[in-house]
């Protein structure tokens, strides 16, 4: 009975396990041939929770095959990152970095600089260096370009020389503006040295418009063989022949009269550029050679190649923009800008040319449709003020020089000075302050050049006061005049008898400029005709305190002389004596002053080595010291003041060698100023 049971579950089972009867339209398929039945596997419940515990661990201890297999394709596929060079060259930021609160800072220093406060600008940027929020590179970049419309090199360069030490990588445009700096400021060999050091370490390769900048800098710096070079370089490089590149070097040859380089570097780019020059740019340069070598016929044709056989587009009428330039296009191939144009123009008003030249201005105010066509620029009404001031013609060239701002070009301080100066040599120094007036309203600073031409000029006109005045307005706008303006300051208000101005502005400038012995003794001359031999010993007292310039023999037989006049000779002597005796306390003082310096340093080590090193058994170690015949405490810490004085005279040399270093950063800035 007992056996019969587990018989018919088995029954049971294998009823359950048969399919349903269903209607197939096919034959069912076979029934299998075993039935695949779990059995319980464990004794109590104990037994299975233990072997689920099993199973738990093992999966712990041993990952999936699959996972391993997994892991070791991705090792074999990956191979391991190179490791980075830590002396490679950094890269410069990305444009996508300009996004953020970094496009933010960005925009709020471009907003600085259109109020033209470049000065917060350049600190902003600075404070903003050490922030959370570091400006990229285009930010500087905006306010290096910002400095350098406005000339101020020692600004720019400081602000480079700040971003380049705090870590910030300078692009393509960071190194160019420091060339045209350096250019500008007349030190072509300072910009060749950052040239190499570009070409040896940037992890970039300079670009067209580097060589055009150093190629014109170098022309303008009388370095027209080491300018050719450049272009030799520039096709070693493997850059496409560049006809600015070439318009400058033509323009090199002609200023030097070397016609026949002239020729040589057309035919050479024309060559390069498949027979023909599209770009008009070197036409004028062209042209002028021609005029050079009296072939004025050759010279002609060349501009109508360039500009067109109807240059003046006789019976053309100008229904629409769009026709007319159509005409234009028509009547020459050659791809004319604005700077081609001013080249054109200036090789014809400069040779008996102006009144094609004045035909061809004319056809250019009418082309130019900007921001479509930019035909005119501030260079265009540059040149033709200077061919209506070549022809005597003032009155037109002033009106053409306000008429610049119709044409949306706006004047700098080279273009008021240019057009000023012409004005105050032919008289016309009415019309030379009245542009003077004007560079104010038109937001342009006047510069030193300025100053001193208007200044000059009214000592002609008999206006010393105005002179003065004038100059006086230079020092205040902390512009930084030279030597020789102010040796002709002086000299034009001693000459009128304005011997107390002189020597006012004597005593202001003398600590502002580097004096020389002529100027000493220039002012000392004019004191003593006057009489005042008093203010000619406080000059003397001056003189001595200068070490610039040295007070020879030949400066105190003058001296002499002057004093002799009134029997004060022994007066010199005198205050030589009292000026060296002033000198020798300076110097012991000095001296005391860095002797107390050491007894300090040293006091302060012995307070602190004994108290340090042997706490309050000083007196008990110094006893026993005694009798055992070894040195005492305050034997010990004199030894070791002695060698902290050493040390301290180290770090005073490192300090002053810092502090030479930073003063020889500060000349090199103020050398690029000047």
């Not at 260096?129 to 570091?134: A, G, T, V």
């Not at 036409?283 to 070598?293: R, V």
């Not at 009134?566 to 005198?574: M, N, V």
Request: glycine share 6%; charged share 30%.
């Amino acid at each position: 009975m007992a056996l019969s049971k587990p018989n018919a579950f088995l029954t049971h089972l294998k009823t359950l396990a048969k399919p349903p009867h269903r209607r197939f339209l096919s034959p069912p398929p076979p029934p299998p041939s075993f039935v695949s039945l779990r059995f319980l596997s464990f004794a109590t419940p104990e037994d299975a929770a233990a072997e689920r515990r099993r199973r738990k661990r093992r999966l712990r201890i041993e990952p999936p095959l699959s996972s391993l297999h997994r892991n070791q394709q991705q090792q074999q596929q990956s191979p391991p990152p190179p490791q980075r060079n830590p002396n490679a060259p950094k890269l410069p930021d990305h444009v996508s970095a300009l996004t953020g609160n970094r496009l933010n800072l960005h925009n709020k220093i471009l907003t600085l600089i259109r109020e033209n406060d470049l000065e917060e600008a350049a600190l902003y940027t600075r404070h903003s260096i050490y922030s959370n929020c570091r400006p990229t590179i285009f930010t500087v970049n905006s306010v290096l370009n910002a400095l350098l419309r406005q000339s101020k090199y020692s600004d720019l360069l400081s602000l480079h020389r700040f971003i380049t030490q705090a870590g910030v990588a300078p692009n393509i445009i960071t190194h160019n503006l420091v060339f045209q700096t350096y250019l500008d400021c007349r030190k072509p060999d300072t910009a060749m040295e950052h040239y190499k050091q570009l070409i040896n370490d940037a992890p970039f390769s300079p670009s067209p418009t580097t060589y055009r900048i150093l190629v014109k800098g170098l022309v303008d710096n009388n370095r027209l063989e080491r300018a050719l070079e450049l272009k030799e370089e520039m096709s070693e490089k493997g850059l496409a022949p560049d006809p600015t590149v070439y318009h400058y070097l033509m323009a090199g040859c002609v200023r030097n009269s070397d016609v026949d380089k002239v020729f040589d570097l057309y035919e050479e780019l024309k060559g390069k550029l498949g027979g023909f020059v599209e770009d008009g740019v070197v036409y004028g340069s062209l042209m002028k050679a021609y005029f050079l070598k009296g072939m004025e016929k050759e010279a002609m044709e060349i501009f109508e190649e360039a500009v067109g056989a109807g240059y003046f587009l006789k019976g053309i009428k100008k229904e629409s923009m769009e026709t007319f330039e159509e005409a234009l296009a028509e009547n020459s191939s050659v791809k004319m800008s604005a700077v081609a144009y001013n080249s054109v123009l200036d090789a014809l008003s400069k040779n008996g040319k102006f009144d094609e030249a004045l035909k061809l201005f004319d056809r250019m105010k009418k082309e130019h449709n900007p921001p479509r066509r930019l035909a005119v620029n501030l260079g265009t009404f540059n040149v033709i003020a200077e061919g209506y001031c070549a022809q005597g013609r003032f009155r037109d060239a002033i009106e053409v020089f306000r008429t610049m701002g119709d044409y949306r070009c706006s004047p700098d301080t080279l273009s008021f000075n240019v057009l000023i100066e012409q004005l105050c040599n032919n008289g016309m120094l009415g019309e030379a302050e009245a542009l003077y007036g004007e560079m104010g309203e038109k937001g342009v600073n006047p510069d030193e050049f300025t100053f001193g031409l208007l200044m000059d000029t009214c000592f002609k006109e008999n206006r010393p006061d105005d002179a003065a005045g004038y100059f006086r307005k230079m020092v205040d706008s902390k512009l930084r005049p030279n030597l020789a303006v102010y040796n002709r300051l002086v000299d034009g208000l001693v000459k009128v008898g304005k011997v107390d101005e002189a020597k006012s502005f004597f005593d202001l400038m003398v600590k502002k400029l580097k004096m020389d012995v002529p100027s000493y003794k220039f002012i000392m001359k004019a004191l003593s005709e006057s009489g005042k031999l008093d203010e000619v010993l406080n000059v003397v007292d001056t003189m001595l305190d200068d070490d610039g310039v040295e007070f020879n023999e030949e400066v105190q037989e003058f001296v002499k002389g002057e004093l002799r006049k009134e029997g004060r000779e022994d007066e010199l002597a005198k205050l030589i004596e009292e000026k060296e005796r002033q000198k020798a306390e300076a110097k012991a003082k000095e001296a005391e002053a860095a002797e107390a310096a050491k007894r300090s340093a040293r006091a302060a080590v012995s307070s602190l080595l004994p108290s340090k090193l042997f706490g309050s058994k000083e007196s008990t170690e110094s006893g026993s010291a005694e009798a055992n015949g070894s040195p005492t405490v305050g034997e010990a810490s004199s030894t070791e003041s002695s060698s902290s004085d050493s040390d301290a005279e180290r770090i005073k040399d490192e300090t002053s060698a810092e502090a030479e270093a930073r003063t020889d950063g500060t000349t090199t800035t103020s050398q690029a100023t000047a």
